[in-house]
């Protein structure tokens, strides 16, 4: 199936050159050399091609031949696709280490998903049915509680003249046939779709509930909706790694997909021995049942790096196409923008600002838009949410990856150095980030918890800018020149800084806050702003309200009151009323 | 890794260019990407080179030694047919080799026929062990506050004239002697040393050696020493060269091994340098796009794996040029890395040793080998709350340069003195002093009972009762 389609005229690290037949097309999957490593097409002149290669190159020759396949760079899809990890480029790596052992070797050749497993499949189409792209044929048992919907491809449509009865079969086994025309199709679970190409839906549906993730900064103050895009971006150590990890475990989506892209293999590791242990908060069963994992490393072949967003975002539009909220997590989006820069270099094109191709933007643009929550074209409704992280060099925002991923995000999450080294995590600058989302989601939070989110998140806000003011002025004459108005934002805030902002990752209380925890919280901090500014106002002075014992109480809460215990907090609010109005009698007269 | 033996290949006279270090080769058929040559001068001597690019009829070479006294007449290269390999063994540790591997403290070549890859294989992220033991390492601001862990990347990030090497020294020094400072990891089980020297004066080199040979290590470490006399481009070499014989030692020898490397600075200068010849687009400050991907493929070599009992734990230790942080090197060197330990100029004029700027350190690795069960229960709160009272206290240096010290409130002034002594009592210790982790727990404690309890909102109460010694009378 695979024919000669040229020989080998030039190499240099991933990219080799060919001159041969004129028929290969652009972006088809190529075999590459002698040992037909995997490649792509990614330029064509006359009967020259400039083809990138996923592999290590290392040993090849010129005048090897190379072999095209007449497909575009595709993954597969059905059933298997759970729990799994996978390279750039789809390749299994627990079976690659089944037969090379630690060290991954080249030339691997191994089915994305198994051709073996069987799944229990019920149909839900019957013979005579008329059907369109993207109906859903029957189901098939992904995990003990998760319906894998087997849909048709998008591009057939016809009617059904046979299914397969209930039972268990692999995703090779026939489950329907189709009459397209005069043509008969069997029908099977597994399909294959281009990496590079979108998969279609109907429309997109207004983006107006939050994606919960648990993480208090993100929630309450910046959050991401639903089938929205958000960035990331931070200096090394800045805390990048730790958000994704905490959104892909407690995130409220039904799948989620983990693109380690360009980073470290121990990242990779450590997901991968966690998740089957963590229980999901919703479902009850380990976290690994909803992810799929793709890992290329910095160390792996830089064009599989490349390779990697695509397969992720395709894995994501697939079972957002079945129905599911699903969020995606790319780490990192930066590296990935230098294997573009790495492969353009070799191909010795016209660079733009520090190095880039031209068609960087292009390219990020076209990965952010493929984001949404949308109408399927089986009626259902599903959401493909992305979180990428931005590594911009030296920590400075002003470079081009930064820039512009900023263009086709709604949600910026900006991570900040100092606030790293003070060890204040998540280092979410909240002066610097955004999101556009707000108002979106406003009327979900009020639905949810009967509360007036967005006002108490505004009035928060609105006292850390206040915050940023004063402390400027502190830093010339100090706090005692304030008037104790002032000194009394600066004790709430710092309630709201290190009592809610501060949220500690790997403390098993703090790690997830349920959204009614988290508007407690804010709710609370609020009340004893409001209620110290009246007694301040009355010339008590700050130290006392300073030095109130509740004060600790509040700031403890985060990792003293567990989300089943939200009950604690009318005893923490009951201490303020104790412990303010004491004073507030002293002062009242 | 493979067995290759190497074979003579093809010999091609024809030079066409020679630049700098690189240099093309016509003529040559079937010449594989990135594989060995040998290169035969007028005179007949022979130096070895790497083919960086191949076309129709030529090759790019790079001549590690450097093209001093080729010409284009005289010379002729000879394809090798195999990607450069070293080889690997046991006995290698106690003997130094040049920066591709080659003996020169006079012994014989390594008696094996186990040859390995320079360029080594991407770890398979599902073969890998969580690192998660950690090693003790004496040091209050390594074990305290930024721990290391065994299979961890870490590197010194350095200037010039500050004390890395005895940092580096004292590091290796102490956590391989774990065994007397009581550090249970150690026990029974084999270590040793890799050291690879980039570029940096024949007397850093000597100065590990010493080190080396008076902890009574000289026997468990094997030296590979590109010096700054030595040809640059060797140096693009010598790391990979060492870190394919801690391969082989960790993974099938079942030994912890301690990588370290140095300078990395000027192994990037290398590479920038090479890239430049070849007129590539560079990215930022001449370096090479692929600048990441490369130091990555270097970094990336440590660890652990299911399949060994050993480990590979790396210390790189690079200047930054100008003390900048945000420069390539140091920057994309702490995107790869777990971590850093950063060591700050005014804290070394302060006469502070070892003078690690703590909040610009960090152990990513640290939050899964401390605290309950490992080190002790309080030790990962502990540390932040170190952390953040550290933190404060530039804050409030720099209030008191404004408004004076007299004039800050009674707990800033706490903090000025809790910062003095932290700087004083527990980041400074003599170059000779092993501390167990419980010593540094407890001088961190005695630290922290200098501020009122009510800052302390990162331990817990129960922490506070248990080990805070302060006469604080508020709440
Ligand atoms: N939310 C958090 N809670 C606790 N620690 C955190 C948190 N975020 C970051 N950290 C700390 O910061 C370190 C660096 O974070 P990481 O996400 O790896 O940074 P980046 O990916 O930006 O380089 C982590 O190893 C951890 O110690
Ligand atoms: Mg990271």
Known sequence: ?589 | MSDVTVQGGQEVVGVSRIEGPIMVVEGGTNVSYDEVVEIKDGRGNLRRGRVLEVGEGFAVVQVFAGSTGLSIDGTSVRFLGTTLHIPVAEEMLGRIFDGLGTPIDGGPEPLTDRYADVNGQPINPTARIYPRDYIQTGISTIDGVNTLLRGQKLPLFSGAGMPHDQLAAQIVRQATLGKEAGAPQTEGEEFAIVFAAMGVKNDVADYFRRSFTESGALTRVAMFLNLADDPPVERVVTPRAALTLAEYLAYERDMHVLVVLTDMTNYGEALRQISNVRGEVPSRKGYPGYLYSDLASLYERTGRIRTSKGSITQIPILTMPNDDITHPMPDLTGYITEGQIVLGRELNFAGVYPPVAVLPSLSRLMKDGIGKGRTRDDHPRWGAQLYAGYAKTQDVRALASVIGEEELSEVDQKYLKFGRAFEREFVNQSFTENRTIERTLEIGWKLLSMLPKSELTRVNLDEIEKYYKGDDATN
């Open chain 1, 1 to 589: 199936m695979s024919d000669e389609v040229g020989k080998i005229t030039w190499i240099s690290g991933p990219v080799v050159r060919a001159r041969g037949s004129r028929k290969v097309g652009m972006l088809e999957l190529v075999e590459v050399g002698t040992e037909r490593l995997v490649g792509e097409v990614i330029g064509l002149k006359g009967d020259q091609m400039t083809v990138q290669v996923y592999e290590e190159t290392a040993g090849m020759q010129t005048g090897a031949p190379i072999y095209g396949t007449g497909l575009p760079l595709s993954v597969e899809l059905g059933p298997g696709l759970i729990q799994s990890i996978y390279d750039g480029v789809q390749r299994p790596l627990p079976l690659i280490e089944e037969a090379m052992g630690s060290f991954i070797n080249r030339g691997a050749r191994f089915d994305s998903i198994s051709r073996e497993k069987k799944w229990k499949y019920t149909p839900q189409v019957k013979v005579g049915d008329e059907v369109k792209g993207g109906a859903i044929l029957g189901v098939a048992m992904e995990t003990d509680t998760f319906e894998h919907r087997v849909m048709l491809n998008p591009d057939d449509s016809g009617t059904i003249t046979w299914v397969a009865p209930a039972g268990e079969y692999t995703v090779t086994e026939p489950i329907a046939k189709l009459k397209m025309g005069k043509e008969e199709k069997t029908l099977t679970m597994l399909q294959r779709w281009p990496v590079r190409r979108a998969r279609p839906f109907v429309n997109r549906r207004g983006a107006n509930i939050p994606l919960i993730t648990g993480q208090r900064i993100l929630d309450t103050f910046f959050p991401v909706a639903k089938g929205g895009a958000a960035g990331i971006p931070g200096p090394f150590g800045s805390g990048k790694t730790v958000t994704q990890h905490s959104i892909a475990k407690w995130a409220d989506a039904e799948v989620i997909v983990y693109i380690g892209c360009g980073e470290r293999g121990n990242e990779m590791t450590e997901v991968l021995q966690e998740f089957p242990h963590l229980i999901d908060p919703r479902s009850g069963r380990p976290l690994m049942e909803r992810t799929v994992l793709i890992a290329n490393t910095s160390n792996m072949p830089v064009a599989a790096r490349e390779a990697s967003i695509y397969t992720g975002i395709t894995i994501a539009e697939y079972y957002r196409d079945m129905g599911y909220h699903v969020a995606l997590m790319a780490d990192s989006t930066s590296r990935w923008a230098e294997a573009l820069r790495e492969v353009s270099g070799r191909l010795e094109e016209m660079p733009a600002e520090e190095g880039y191709p031209a068609y960087l933007a292009g390219r990020l643009a076209e990965f952010y838009e493929r984001a949404g929550y949308v109408n399927n074209l089986n009626g259902s409704q599903g959401s493909v949410s992305i979180v990428g992280a931005v590594s911009p060099p030296g920590g400075d925002f002003s470079e081009p990856v930064t820039q512009h991923t900023k263009r086709f995000i709604r949600c910026f999450w900006a991570l900040d150095k100092s606030l790293a080294s003070a060890r204040h995590f998540p280092a979410i600058n909240w002066l610097d980030s955004y999101s556009e989302y707000l108002e979106d989601v406003a009327s979900w939070w009020r639905e949810k918890t009967g509360k007036d989110w967005l006002g108490m998140r505004n009035r928060a806000m609105e006292l850390l800018s206040e915050e940023s003011r004063l402390s400027q002025i502190v830093k010339l004459v100090g706090p005692d020149a304030l008037p104790f108005t002032e000194r009394m934002v600066l004790e709430t805030t710092r309630l709201i800084r290190e009592g809610i902002l501060q949220q500690n990752a790997t403390e098993a209380v703090d790690a997830y806050s349920s959204i009614e925890k988290q508007i407690r919280m804010l709710e609370l901090v609020l009340y004893f702003h409001d209620r110290g500014m009246a007694i301040v106002k009355r010339g008590a002075p700050i130290s006392l309200i300073h030095d109130l014992p509740v004060v600790d109480r509040i700031i403890r809460a985060k990792s003293t009151v567990t989300n089943e215990e939200l009950h604690k907090f009318e005893e923490i609010q009951k201490e303020i009323d104790e412990q303010m109005g004491q004073l507030d009698a002293e002062y009242r007269s």
